[in-house]
């Protein structure tokens, strides 16, 4: 009878865990449209669209990251060949400069071009919600950020979703024509010496807004050209106590 009995004992063991685990796939299938969570540090991850497409994006999670409610950062980067350039301006610009705010920063790398085309604007929306589901955010402290092209993304962003974005801090980047009906707090970094991105878009701009009383701000940085993106980040930290005061 013993043997009978494990043999008995065994098989019940096995239907037992499949009945377990079946659940558990299927849950993990059905839930494909969401990030996973990581540990502090950087992490690059695909995430599945609702299109078919795959978005791969850098994802930074502060040390101090817990039970309390943090920042969340949108970082757009650069134009060019989109492979790795998240990362890049993750941990070239964004990171180093915004350390201090303690916040989750997320960068996707674009799909097919710039980023006010529909599929980036479409993944976009869906990677922040996806990470604002997955983490512990502060929605009111939802701020998006960029350079060159990235930096064009904000302005963009900011200027559609201004529910969403409570300060929008674009680098080196190209504003609209018109900053008509603005909403959302503006920090833009620029240097003068930006051939390939002038400043006087941005100069313009920073005006129109300040005269339409919307809170805005410009540092011009001098001597630096539009590809030096490190040295960009000193012009970026000085975002970090006016981003604690719109927050306020």
């Not at 080196?172 to 878009?201: C, E, L, Y």
Request: net charge positive.
């Amino acid at each position: 009878m013993r043997p009978q009995i494990i043999r008995l004992c065994t098989a019940t063991i096995v239907v037992l865990t499949v009945a377990v685990l079946v659940p558990f796939v299927a849950s993990a299938q059905s839930q494909s449209s969401q990030v996973r969570v990581f540990q502090s540090g950087v992490h690059i991850d695909n995430f599945p669209l609702p299109n078919g497409l795959t978005l791969r994006y850098a994802i930074s999670i502060p040390k101090n990251y817990s039970d309390s409610p943090v920042p969340l950062v949108l970082a757009l980067h650069y134009g060019g060949s989109p492979n790795g350039a998240a990362q890049g301006v993750m941990l070239t610009l964004v990171q180093p400069a915004l350390a201090d705010l303690g916040a989750i920063i997320v960068a996707p790398e674009s799909l097919r071009g710039a980023w006010d085309t529909a599929q980036n604007e479409q993944g976009v929306n869906a990677l922040l919600a996806a990470v604002e589901a997955a983490y512990r955010i502060d929605a009111k402290r939802v701020a998006v950020t960029g350079f060159s092209m990235g930096g064009t993304g904000v302005w963009f962003f900011a200027g559609k979703y201004p529910e969403r974005f409570s300060a929008a801090i674009p680098v080196a980047g190209m504003p609209p024509a018109s900053a008509a009906n603005w909403k959302t707090p503006v920090f833009a970094v620029h240097s003068r010496s930006d051939q390939v991105m002038p400043i006087g878009p941005t100069q313009a701009r920073i005006a129109e807004l300040r005269s339409a009383g919307v809170q805005a701000e410009l540092v011009v940085l001098n001597g630096i050209a539009h590809h030096e993106t490190q040295r960009f980040t000193e012009g970026l930290r000085r975002a970090v106590p006016w981003l604690k005061g719109v927050w306020k």
